[in-house]
């Protein structure tokens, strides 16, 4: 599973990003469009963190990458306007699936989220930070793989 991280501008909202996403095996953080010090230092930074721990960090110019690119099957663009869904439905889909956030920073536009699943999940609420959300989601993904 993909989680992706929307257009980040900040250095530390994107490490900490791929480092909460890193906590679990079998989760990708994914970085669309960083701009500004995201992109000129944070993204190297990342790169460091992803070497030094062995595992894989995507980073893409496009949404609609996620589906040309890495094959996605879903898309679920976490929104605030989106549909509510409960978490696991949203986690625990099956197939190549990814997990679009905003960054807070910049949005994507209308074009770039047309076709994807716009959710927000019930039961956790609205205004939680790109970082607090990410870790709502990776928490979740644990509760699901992880055998009691």
């Not at 991280?5 to 994914?30: A, E």
């Not at 190297?44 to 996620?66: F, M, N, R, T, Y």
């Not at 994507?108 to 716009?118: C, K, N, Y």
């Amino acid at each position: 599973m993909y989680i992706a991280l929307y257009s980040p501008s900040s250095i530390q909202k994107l490490m900490d990003f791929v480092k909460t996403v890193y906590v679990l095996d079998g989760l990708v953080p994914v970085v669309i469009k960083p701009i500004g010090a995201a992109a000129q230092i944070g993204v190297p930074e990342a790169h460091k963190v992803a070497i030094k721990q062995g595992k894989p960090l995507i980073v893409l110019p496009e949404v609609s990458d996620l589906r040309s690119v890495l094959g996605c099957e879903r898309v679920f663009y976490i929104d605030e306007s989106g549909v509510e869904a409960q978490l696991p439905e949203i986690v625990n889909t099956g197939g190549r699936v990814a997990i679009l956030l905003g960054s807070g920073d910049q949005e994507p536009s209308r074009r770039e989220v047309e076709g994807l699943e716009a959710v927000w999940p019930s039961n956790v609420p609205r205004g939680l930070p790109v970082t607090a959300l990410t870790g709502v989601l990776v928490y979740e993904f644990y509760r699901r793989t992880v055998k009691p």
